[in-house]
């Protein structure tokens, strides 16, 4: 009955390998986000989806692409991975507007 | 940047209400007030918004200040449960939210 959830929790991979992250939401929310937190614990956004469209793209690679293949799913694939990805990972959505999010209980990533 | 103050860490016993406290000098007119809380390795948490008028929920209070500057968000009876980073943030209503540094709360058993 999770409301957002995300697979995998844990992802432990090396350097230059490609992954992705999976997020699901059921609260039938328009807008879907992802957000990375490091290892001093600061949370930014990184993507918004609305309705399966790209609203927000904050300065991040283009090695991570999101993909919403329909309003209930936010994917995150990463390319080339770098040491400097591993952090946690959430996904979040909310209803018609921005602050009022929902977040998922996240994806640590590791990069060796 | 966040546009909101907030003390690092607070100490509250258990049990009593605990009051923790924002600043926004800067806030806009239609801007929104937002409280969330992450509780250790868990996902942030909303708890509560405002505008301009006291809001109240399940979970907590939150004291909007008659010239909307500052605000406090108040948990009644805290419990050990509540120890968290609580964050402050100020955003529009279609604005992403952008997330400080937040308060870190500490329930005293």
């Known amino acids: 009955d999770t409301a957002v959830s995300q697979t995998p929790k844990y992802l432990v991979t090396q350097m230059g390998n490609d992954k992705s992250i999976k997020c699901e939401q059921n609260?039938?929310?328009?807008?879907m986000y992802w957000y990375k937190q490091d290892s001093k614990k600061f949370l930014k956004i990184m993507f918004s989806y609305n309705n399966k469209e790209l609203i927000i793209n904050e300065t991040v690679p283009n090695r991570f692409s999101p993909k919403s293949p329909d309003k209930a799913h936010l994917n995150l694939h990463i390319n080339s991975l770098e040491l400097g990805d591993s952090a946690v990972y959430f996904c979040?959505?909310?209803?018609?507007?921005?602050?009022?999010?929902?977040f998922g209980p996240g994806t640590r990533l590791t990069v060796t | 940047d966040a546009k909101t103050t907030q003390p690092p860490s607070m100490d509250c016993a258990e049990g009593r209400a605990a009051n923790l406290p924002c600043n926004h000098s800067t806030i806009s007119g239609n801007e929104y007030v937002y409280w969330y809380r992450q509780i250790h390795s868990q996902g942030p948490q909303y708890i509560i918004h405002?505008?301009?008028n006291n809001e109240t929920n399940e979970m907590a209070s939150l004291i909007i200040t008659e010239d909307r500057k500052s605000s406090t968000l108040i948990l009644p009876h805290a419990t050990l449960r509540d120890t968290a980073v609580y964050y402050c943030?100020?955003?529009?209503?279609?604005?992403?939210?952008?997330f400080g540094k937040g308060t870190r709360l500490h329930i005293l058993p």
């Open positions: 405002g505008l301009k």
């Open positions: 943030i100020v955003s529009g209503r279609d604005d992403k939210i952008i």
């Open positions: 979040a959505s909310s209803p018609g507007y921005a602050g009022e999010q929902y």
């Open positions: 609260l039938g929310h328009d807008t």
